[in-house]
């Protein structure tokens, strides 16, 4: 996983999947559902990610980035 220095890592609701924000901006969403592991990179921050967070139910997130820029 290379995601540059990561500043949030957070665990879905069921623990199959990790989202990891980094300090360039990158998100990624690792999933642990299969035996492979998957990554599934997430487009639209330019500033430093500093937090995430997953909806009760998983389905969803939200990640916030340093501009104030929020993408669900």
Same mark, same amino acid.
């Given at each position: 996983?290379?995601?540059?220095? !990561? ?10 999947? @990790? @989202?990891?924000? !980094? ?10 559902? !299969?035996?492979?592991?998957? !990554? ?9 990610? @500093? ?22």
């Amino acid at each position: 996983m290379d995601c540059g220095d !990561s500043r949030c890592l957070v665990y879905s609701p069921d623990g199959r999947r @990790l @989202l990891v924000g !980094s300090v360039i901006g990158k998100v990624e969403v690792w999933d642990f559902g !299969s035996k492979e592991v998957k !990554s599934h990179p997430v487009k639209g921050h330019e500033a430093e990610v @500093l937090c995430a967070g997953f909806h009760p139910a998983g389905k969803f997130f939200v990640t916030c980035d340093k501009d104030q820029k929020c993408i669900a």
